[in-house]
């Protein structure tokens, strides 16, 4: 019995070593997460434009109601978003815009840092999620 | 009736049922791509495939097959869903599949299809269309890259619009929908075409990327245009009316409308509307609160009241409500001199047929129309005042082989239609013609009599118009006027329209007579499916009528107002809804008496010429922005209803009516129109028994699709004389515009930008004068300019220039005449 104990608490023991620990020394360690993590929304850039088309599937889909979209027309005759933003505070990070997207104009990235001070800064528009 | 299964289910049907309908009938859905309710059955596309067990072996197109007794359909199985799919394929081979851009997706007919029946992936590929597209019409976009080749486009424009833009050319893989020469388009822009099109081939352009269509509100409501009264669906997307939807569910136009329907809804939007009171400071409109712009009014008026009098002048897009609360409103500032749409244009024509019929209105409804064996339309301008109405004869004529007659001075679209005949005389003469039939058929004993008072008299004073006489004298051949009068008196079915409004003011009453009595003398009124109509210019024109916007006992009517006022005799004129200044035949008088009258209230949308003389202007609220009913001219009551928000502090005017009738101690409130149309109904001949809630999505005909005529007296009434100048001009609607408010619309004027006179070729030669050359046109020692536009609708000596334009100063020369002699250079 005590050649168990002395088992179960050496493996404690172990973990208290140097370089065993699961905790990260968060702001100062990042940690990386997954790629198929659901972070901020990135909308891919195309070679001039968006890649985005304003088709409104992303609007539409969105269990939260978070993304605004407003279509127009450009010099060159095609459909753009006039207007693109996220509301970061309603979103749910579910993915289904990314999801959605027929042009594969939009990911979700690894970002998770989103905390901020004004609700304001929580609407990313079109100029800060092509960054 | 025809008795058959469909799925397992008995249905019973007509004969003329195809199985599509019959299906329909039963609940049961099939699929179709190159169906539509209205067109006739054409079967291009196969979608609607089903299996007839009496004709094992293939699938049947249901949409084109008649059912037959005993017929045994099955509408999905295995087999029938993979010809479906398969059919499918063959479309998405060469479609350009770019629905993230495409403004139908979401409902597009294909897409729809293609997800329903699961067509992913393709079994085949091949080339897709490169098809140039037309993204520069700023109306209709097309882009054949999209086309399925249902031909609605081109079965509509034909069978509907009589216009025929397209047509498909070439053959096989090449085949596509084009224009004549492959050009862009010209044609009427009404946008039958962008609403049949089951795809994204042909779209409406000025909806261009604005919204997917699930994000629209869509508000069931009435074109705020003519007195067609077509329903229209509005599109609102964040309070702002975006486009016009397709719907041919409401209404009697199966979602038929015009280019001033369909596109013409801009203006509501326009940065130009009236948004605050304004009154005159120093010689200045400034703008200001309500409670300053009421109390200037009430002043005003008390003041007015105590002097000469106060004189009000209405509009007729006004809904029945608003009319009704204006009219208590002028009892409760003691004023009979009440008016709509400037006296003349309505006047006449009503007194006319009143004397006659004893009614003030049309007396059957327009699909009855469709089955009519003859047509009579006075004006080849009747197309272009109610062109939704000139589908439905264009119908008549297309499908029921109806023999169409226009009396008329220049040439129109309706003569152009098979069988049609125009019998063009010189201006102001139709009343000679109308005489003239008449004349004919009493003489050749063919004129029903029975029950018809003052037919001797009429005999006796139509001798002098003999079809030989009134051929010297219009031009058209003796002969031709005999053979309309019979074609008239022959058929079993027969419509005579007539249409009145501001430009159309010349001989009204005798107009109105003439084609009653051609009505009496061929049994027209009373008799089932046929009908003489009396078409207003306003959205509104029969319920001003209705409800008696007319002066009281003694009192002044519009033009004896403006007179008054001119001469310094009335002390104040409210003048709402209305431009005078640019509308009105005889621009001086009115001028004048804008200039004299002490104090002018305009209530209005836009400042207008009219309004910018005023003391006090009110905003108002366009058709898009108030509830309440209109009476088209078919007597059919319909719901107006709101669908965006007043723009500014604009107030409705059933809002400010109520808001003066307070001040005048009148304050009666009522809950709001339901309430109001309440007291309608029981005050308004006719409207009797009719209640707002119970006006459904077809609206309700008062005095029933037959209305009973009062009397049927034939009355005499003397004809026109010729002008005899070598050049002479009349005035009249352009097809692109209505009233004066479609000159703030975007979409008629992508069309008709400019006023401009009509000439033709062989005057056009004459005066060395090419398209768009300036013209000048003197008349009583007043000289106006106008651009030239030649073409080949004029005849020798006629000139043609619509009055929409308030720039273009029509109404500086022509004052009411039927056709203004005018001296022509360039
Ligand atoms: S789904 Fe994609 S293309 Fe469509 S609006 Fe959203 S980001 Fe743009
Ligand atoms: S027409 Fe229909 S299927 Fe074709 S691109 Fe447009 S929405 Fe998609
Ligand atoms: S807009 Fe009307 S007239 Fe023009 S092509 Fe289309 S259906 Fe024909
Ligand atoms: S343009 Fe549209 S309506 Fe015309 S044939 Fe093609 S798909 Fe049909
Ligand atoms: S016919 Fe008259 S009511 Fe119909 S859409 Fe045209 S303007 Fe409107
Ligand atoms: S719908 Fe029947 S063939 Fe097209």
Known sequence: ?131 | MVNLTIDGKQVTVSKAATIYEAALEAGIHIPVLCYAKKLLPYGACRVCLVEVEQMKGRLIPSCTTPVTQGMVVTTTSAEINKVRKTVLEFLLVNHVVECPVCDKGGECDLQDLTFEHEVYPNRFTGEKFALPTDEVNPLIERNMNRCVLCGKCARVCDEIVAFGSYSFINRGFESKIATAFDRGLNCEFCGQCVSMCPVGAILPRPFKFKARPWQLKEVDSVCGYCGNGCTVTLGVLKDKVETIRFNDKTGVNDGNLCIRGRFGYSYVNSEDRLTKPLVRKDGKLVQTDWKEALDTVVSGFAKARAEKGVGIVTGARLTNEELFLLKNLAKAMGTGNLDHSGGESYKGVTEGLFETLGVTASTATFPQVEECDTILSIRSDFYETHPVFGMVVNQAVKRHDAHLIVIADKRGKFGKLPHAETLLAKPGLEVNILNAMAQSLLADGLAITDGVEGVVELQAALADYTPELVAAQTGVPAAAIRAAAQQLAKAKKSAILLAYGLPYTAHSRELGIAAANLAILTGIPGREGSGLYLCGEKANSQGAIDLQIVPGKEALDSQSMFQAAAAGTLSALYIVGEDPLTSYPDRKKIETALDKVPFLVVQDIFLSPTAQQADVVLPAASFAEKDGTFTNAERRLQRVRQGIPLPGEAKTDYAIFELLAGRFGKQVSFTGPEAVFSQIAASTPGYGGIEYGAIGPQGVVWGGDLLAVKRRKVVAVAGGKPVETPYQLITGSSLYHNGTVSTRATGPLAVIPSPFVELGREDASTLQVKEGDLLTLRANGVEIKLAAKIDTRMPKGVLFAPYHFSSAGLNRIFTGQAAVPVEVSK
């Open chain 1, 1 to 131: 019995m005590f050649k168990a104990f002395a088992k179960g608490l050496s493996i404690t023991f172990k973990h208290m070593l140097p370089g065993h620990s699961v905790t990260v020394q968060y702001p100062h360690v990042k940690l990386k997460p997954s790629d198929r993590f659901r972070g901020l929304h990135r909308l891919v850039p195309a070679h001039d434009r968006e890649k985005c088309v304003a088709c409104y599937l992303c609007p539409t889909v969105c269990p939260a109601k978070c993304i605004t979209v407003e279509s127009a027309e450009n010099a060159k005759g095609e459909k753009y978003p006039r207007i693109y933003e996220i509301d970061m505070l309603r979103c749910i990070f579910c993915g289904y815009c990314v999801e959605a997207c027929p042009v594969e104009a939009l990911e979700m990235t690894g970002a998770y840092e989103l905390a901020n001070y004004r609700r304001s800064d929580f609407v990313f528009t079109k100029e800060r999620l092509l960054k």
